[in-house]
């Protein structure tokens, strides 16, 4: 099977503009979860979809947002970026019910300028 | 809020001895702790994986030993290998949560020949 796939791999945006990140999950996957990764605060849980259905929140403002599709992929937007959204944005997928394997994507480089 | 703490946040093992990872919890309702490994440039890839009604599972040349009481769990890497020079993240999750990880700040690990 083929694995997480994100993209893009990297983006450069400006202050004060959005983007929408995207996740294709392992064919067969219900759950995606999107995690932040930045040296200083580490892995951070944002949010989590399964069935289309935001199932876990983070503790993110409301400038970052996601969505799951009927198909599985998912998207994650996050708008008026600030300095600090500079990260490594990570999709992780699993088979649906809890307490399963999570297989992480290779993640998208997001630098704000 | 930091709820898993991990140490030490970098380590020097020379080829052959064995990298010892420590990480402590405080929620105790985790009930499933995995451990990642990180290449640069990759995204993290499930290592090992514990549940807390043992106190130890070994995989290969990887194990973890869990301490439920202590509330501790720690990755020993057998025969240190420079493959294995990564950055090794433990992690946890709660009944209920859903796939949320809670994640350690990380281990970069040096094998050196």
């Known amino acids: 099977k083929a694995g997480v796939t994100q993209t893009p791999r990297y983006l450069i945006k400006t202050r004060g503009q959005q983007v929408t990140l995207s996740c294709s999950p392992i064919?067969?996957?219900?759950?995606v979860s999107w995690y932040q990764q930045t040296p200083g605060q580490g892995l951070q849980f944002l949010f989590e979809y399964f069935s289309e259905t935001q199932r876990n929140k983070g503790n993110f403002p409301g400038r970052f947002s996601g969505r799951q599709f009927s198909n599985s992929r998912s998207e994650m937007n996050v708008s008026t970026l600030e300095l600090g959204d500079s990260a490594l944005y990570l999709c992780?997928?699993?088979?649906?019910?809890?307490?399963?394997?999570?297989?992480f994507g290779p993640g998208t480089r997001l630098l704000v300028l | 809020q930091q709820q898993v703490k991990q140490s030490p946040q970098s380590l020097i093992v020379q080829k052959g001895g064995i990298s010892i990872i420590n990480c402590a919890y405080e929620?105790?309702?985790?009930?499933?702790f995995p451990w990642y490994q990180q290449f640069p440039g990759k995204g993290p890839a499930l290592l090992i994986a514990i549940r807390p009604d043992v106190s130890e599972k070994k995989e290969g040349r990887f194990t973890i030993s869990f301490n439920k009481s202590a509330k501790q769990f720690s990755l020993h890497i057998m025969d240190s290998q420079p493959g294995d020079s990564a950055t090794y993240f433990c992690?946890?999750?709660?009944?209920?949560?859903?796939?949320?990880?809670?994640f350690g700040t990380g281990t970069q690990l040096k094998v050196e020949l």
């Open positions: 064919s067969g996957h219900r759950s």
């Open positions: 992780a997928s699993s088979p649906g019910t809890a307490k399963e394997t999570q297989y």
């Open positions: 992690a946890a999750r709660t009944t209920g949560g859903g796939n949320k990880l809670t």
């Open positions: 929620n105790t309702a985790f009930d499933y």
